[in-house]
């Protein structure tokens, strides 16, 4: 019995992390960086490699392309910048999403996304850009989701169009009008969405 005690002690201990989570942590950083100073167009993986201090087979193993990690560099970064909110509200959270939003596009990586979201240009990148916004509306379902659980959503809503519906008439003064942007904005178009998504007990 000691025996076998002794062997269970001495099994190794699986660790999360550790280098596998050193390569990707380096390499993303490499990645933003070359995305915010040359762009997208000049993205080297061979440079992004010599950066990161790994082959670049190491890449091309993980990510597999150019467009897969340019994705998840910039998804990885909106990530840090804009995380998801639990207020205990959808109204709260709502407000904290378009808050969070609206400053963060006003950064670096905020400009590099709104440039990579209007290129037309390159076929190779559109699954990716499909592919990242597909997954920040799934962040932001869950925000419905809780909200559906404590009864302020009505059950018909469509998360991913009042998602669009929130950001809308932002991006729209950003890109088109260029008509003024502030909080008190913000608040109303929470305020309307809200008129249209929430039950009637709110």
Partial sequence: MAAMQEQTVRQ????????????????????????????????????????????????YRRWGSRSNLALDAVLSGTEAEIPPPDTGSLRGDLLAVIRGIFPFL???????????????????????????????????????????ARGELRADVDPVLALETLVGPMYVRMLMTGEPLDDALLVRCVDLVMDGIATRAR
């Avoid at 390499?27 to 490699?49: K, M, N, Y």
């Avoid at 190779?124 to 909200?147: I, P, T, V």
């Fill in 12 to 59: 190794p201990v699986r660790r999360t992390g550790g280098r596998s989570a050193r390569v990707r942590a380096a390499v993303i950083e490499a990645t933003l960086a070359a995305l915010l100073t040359r762009g997208l167009d000049e993205l080297s993986i061979t440079e992004i490699a010599g950066q990161a201090g790994v082959h670049p087979t190491t890449i």
């Fill in 106 to 148: 006003r950064t670096p990586l905020g400009e590099l996304l709104v440039r990579l979201a209007l290129r037309r240009d390159l076929p190779e990148y559109e699954a990716a850009r499909a592919g990242y916004w597909a997954q920040r509306f799934r962040a932001g379902a869950a925000l419905f989701e809780r909200a559906r």
